[in-house]
């Protein structure tokens, strides 16, 4: 079985987010902080509230608001929060940005092997992107899940009476596809992309011979 995470793996998705948060440093001027100070609040808010809120361009759009009302010490006016709601017309989940030769090499990894879609996030947005992105009809399944932890991949293993060892996860990020899946006894491929939420960041091991590391999405076909 081979598992393969959506937003960032199979199409682009954070570099969405970074256009936005360009946008919003250039606007947020702030009398003792340069941009990198404003990003690291910013990424702090956004930390804080994928633990109490979760994920999607909604709770995206509160840090935003959230971060311009502490570092300017009031609220937002109506005006300024007109603006922070303006950049909700950069997530239309109607289109969706493959990562090149994804929809090929999927095509052909489904005539080998079953197939599962794993992605978190906000439901009704993940699944317009899903739907939009024309790649349903590979997947014997679609979870979209509110965190991806060692409780979701021990899960999903139950539910397909997965053999840990046969399955494999497919992702960029290190802290939600590859260190969880590893820590439930999956095997792993990272493939990097250089739009990867900084959150999502951490250390792999690089001893660790159940995690395959690729350059490019179809590399897949010359091991599976």
């Known amino acids: 079985m081979l598992i393969f995470d959506a937003d960032d793996t199979l199409w682009e998705n954070n570099v969405i987010f970074e256009r936005v948060i360009d946008e919003f440093l250039d606007w947020m001027v702030h009398p003792e902080l340069d941009r990198d100070g404003v990003r690291a609040v910013l990424d702090g808010i956004e930390a804080a509230n994928a633990v109490t809120l979760g994920y999607g361009s909604k709770v995206f759009l509160h840090s935003l608001g959230e971060c311009l009302e502490r570092l300017r010490?009031?609220?937002a006016t109506a005006q300024e929060s007109a603006r922070i709601a303006g950049w909700a017309a950069a997530f239309d989940g109607g289109r969706v940005e493959l990562i090149p030769q994804v929809a090929e090499t999927l095509?052909?990894?489904?005539?080998?092997?079953?197939?599962?879609?794993?992605?978190?996030g906000d439901t009704e947005e993940q699944e317009q992107k899903v739907t939009a992105s024309?790649?349903?009809?590979?997947?014997?399944?679609v979870h979209i899940v509110a965190e991806k932890n060692v409780a979701t991949y021990e899960e999903l293993t139950r539910a397909y009476d997965l053999v840990p060892a046969s399955a494999w996860m497919i992702g960029n990020s290190p802290k939600s596809d590859i260190?969880?899946?590893r820590s439930a006894g999956l095997n792993a491929v990272f493939i990097p992309n250089d739009h990867t939420w900084v959150l999502e960041h951490d250390?792999?091991?690089p001893?660790?011979?159940?995690?395959?590391?690729?350059?490019?999405?179809?590399?897949?076909?010359?091991?599976?």
């Open 134 to 141: 024309g790649l349903t009809r590979h997947f014997r399944g």
């Open 179 to 181: 260190l969880p899946a």
């Open 207 to 224: 001893g660790d011979d159940k995690v395959l590391r690729l350059s490019a999405f179809d590399e897949l076909l010359r091991h599976f």
């Open 107 to 120: 095509a052909e990894l489904a005539r080998r092997h079953e197939l599962l879609l794993l992605t978190k």
């Open 73 to 75: 010490g009031r609220a």
């Open 203 to 205: 250390e792999l091991d």
